[in-house]
């Protein structure tokens, strides 16, 4: 199959399995792609803790 100067369905699949990983990935750049910002919802409470206090999970 030869794709066109677009690329076809192959970059297409590319393309939508990166933006998945993208969007699953654990950081929001919210707009800043400098400085991105972590999701912790769902981490250990004591861990998130200690992190909020200290800044360091060590």
């Not at 993208?22 to 707009?31: E, K, L, N, S, V």
């Amino acid at each position: 199959m030869n794709a066109g100067p677009d690329g076809g369905p192959r970059r297409t699949e590319l393309i939508e399995t990166a933006r998945t990983r993208w969007i699953d990935a654990p950081t929001d750049p919210g707009g800043d792609r400098r400085a991105g910002t972590l999701d912790l919802a769902q981490a250990n409470p004591a861990t998130l803790d200690k992190f909020l206090c200290t800044g360091s999970i060590d």
